[in-house]
């Protein structure tokens, strides 16, 4: 496993705090909602008070997962806020702006825990461990440092973070420390075949046709080893999808044999595009996107970007190309 312990500022803030504000980023994915209701359940196991306050709404494959229902949504802070709470614990968010929610946060002590490159350092406390496979393998290590034994429900929950922040055991940062944490849960009570369904066999209607929208915007360059494929307002509407269910379309496209680098550029604004990077091996993307104000991991990175789709296209390519080179 990943040798960076919990800190023991960390670890006397959920000792001494009675309730915390969990929070993870915007267009919450499978390890910042399966870590923050992770979390929750072992603060509660503590007899601590915890609630998950998300900006965005969840894509509904996690909907089942336990403590899912309970999750406060939209940018109006959740009762009693900020007073009824000790420490706000942010999960896998690079700058505090990545919530969505950092004015509101800002009221409150900042507990900041993540496995990304470039965190900007923001908490009280700070936990980086960018060896980790995924902030669930943190936050496993987390329960044992603090003597709570996972039950069934939150075994679910962080192995559910572990799978999907590696593609199912398929990306770079599929670590022996995320075989032997996963090994470890479903000892604990996860399911694999049961999140597996979840997640890849339990898509929406729109989502299928949001993912036949895209393919009809591929582009292959520099001799096959670019794959670039958007998603415009016109493509949401023609297929009845929303934001949620574009999640993980990019990793389509790196199934092309030969494919080493994708570009994805999703429409969220008039002239503004929200961008997912996906590569194999030694090809850098978090540079790329970190050059634009994001973030990630050097296989997978995301950012927010202006411009016209076709230029934006052809000079994020121009950037992949340097990248394979």
Request: aromatic share 6%; proline share 5%.
């Amino acid at each position: 496993m990943s040798s960076v312990p919990p800190p023991d500022g960390l670890m006397q803030a959920l000792r001494n705090g009675q309730r915390f504000l969990l929070t993870g980023h915007r267009r919450p994915d499978g390890d910042s909602l399966g870590s923050a209701l992770g979390l929750a359940r072992i603060l509660r196991q503590l007899g601590k008070g915890a609630l998950v306050w998300n900006r965005d709404p969840m894509p509904p494959v996690y909907g089942a997962l336990a403590g899912s229902d309970r999750v406060h949504v939209g940018e109006e802070p959740p009762a009693g806020f900020p007073d009824a709470f000790d420490y706000s614990i942010c999960l896998e968010c690079p700058s505090l702006d990545r919530t969505g929610l950092e004015a509101a946060l800002s009221q409150l002590a900042i507990l900041n825990l993540d496995h990304h490159l470039g965190n900007e350092l923001f908490g009280e406390t700070n936990w980086i461990d960018t060896g980790a496979p995924a902030l669930g393998e943190m936050i496993y290590r987390l329960a044992a440092a603090l003597g709570v034994a996972v039950d069934a429900a939150t075994a679910t929950a962080l192995y559910t973070a572990v799978m999907t922040d590696t593609g199912g055991f398929r990306f770079g940062n599929t670590t022996a420390g995320a075989f032997e944490t996963a090994a470890a849960l479903v000892r604990g009570g996860a399911q694999p075949d049961e999140v597996s369904r979840w997640i890849y066999e339990s898509q929406s209607e729109a989502t299928v046709r949001l993912l036949g929208e895209m393919l009809t915007s591929l582009e292959l360059h520099h001799g096959g080893r670019i794959a670039t494929v958007s998603l415009t307002d016109g493509m949401f509407e023609r297929s009845g999808a929303t934001a949620a269910d574009a999640e993980d379309l990019v990793d389509y496209p790196r199934s092309i044999a030969g494919v080493d680098a994708v570009l994805l550029l999703r429409q969220i604004a008039p002239g503004g595009y929200k961008g997912s990077l996906r590569s194999r091996g030694s090809v850098d993307v978090e540079a790329i996107a970190r050059s634009y104000g994001g973030g990630g991991h050097k296989n997978a990175a995301g950012f927010e970007a202006e411009g016209e789709l076709p230029a934006l296209t052809a000079t994020l390519v121009e950037r992949l190309r340097a990248a394979l080179a």
